[in-house]
């Protein structure tokens, strides 16, 4: 069952939403504690955010920037605005489509569907290393009950380590496939990613599994 988090904070909507996913067949989770929203949205697992824009403490734009630097889980922008500007700045900002109030319930979960099955055909979403479940789009490792959660660079040097795993990856490598993915970062910066990447797979159960070689490379064992 697909998981799908719904981020509206006026009740009559939210429940609506609740309901309406529901039946179709989906897991709805609603977000109702409005100041840790991004944690929340990161740590529920979910396939899919329905993200209102008109919420407290951060506005829903705010908020998808927030999330687009730790994860590609895909969202959908509701909203009762019709200004064009919100809908250009929701794309801009990493949002997968964009609905405004009132919507067609038939249009939102057609339009739902069609994300989900892109990501599922596009193949790229689920790979494994060992036991651990990954999950590119949302960001996730999964392993049993255990969840943690990656920044996109920790992902994008993850799985370039996946790919070439018992290979030396250079930090060359590294560092021009960060940029090819528009993620500029300095040496130092690198550096920081490797170090917090290890600790999370350390807590995963898998302590030393990326090994430095010749000082200027990476292995993933």
């Known amino acids: 069952m697909k998981k799908i988090v719904i981020v509206e904070d006026e009740k009559v909507i939210r429940e609506e939403l609740y309901a309406l996913l529901e039946n179709a067949g989906y897991g709805p989770v609603a977000v109702t504690d409005f100041v840790h929203t ?6 529920s697992g979910a396939d899919l955010v329905l993200l209102d824009i008109n919420i407290p403490k951060m506005n829903g ?5 927030e999330i687009r630097q730790k994860s590609e889980i895909p969202v959908i922008m ?11 700045l929701s794309m801009s900002y990493g949002a997968d489509d964009y609905i405004t109030k009132p919507y067609n319930p038939t249009i939102l979960l057609l339009r739902i569907q069609a994300i989900l099955k892109r990501i599922e055909n596009t193949g790229a979403d689920l790979y494994h290393y060992r036991d ?30 996946l790919h070439h ?44 599994v990326i090994e430095t070689r010749k000082k200027q490379g990476y292995v993933l064992v």
């Open 61 to 65: 734009e705010q908020v998808l920037r």
């Open 38 to 43: 991004v944690p929340e949205i990161l740590n």
């Open 132 to 161: 651990i479940e990954i999950r590119q789009a949302k960001g996730v490792l999964n392993r049993g009950q255990d969840q943690m959660v990656l920044t996109k660079n920790e992902m994008l040097i993850f799985m370039v380590l």
């Open 78 to 88: 509701v909203t009762s605005r019709t200004e064009e500007l919100d809908e250009v």
């Open 165 to 208: 795993q018992g290979e030396i990856v250079s930090r060359d490598d590294l560092m021009t496939e960060l940029w090819d993915n528009s993620e500029y970062i300095s040496d130092n910066a690198l550096t920081v990613n490797i170090s917090r990447l290890r600790a999370k797979l350390e807590q995963m159960g898998y302590p030393d």
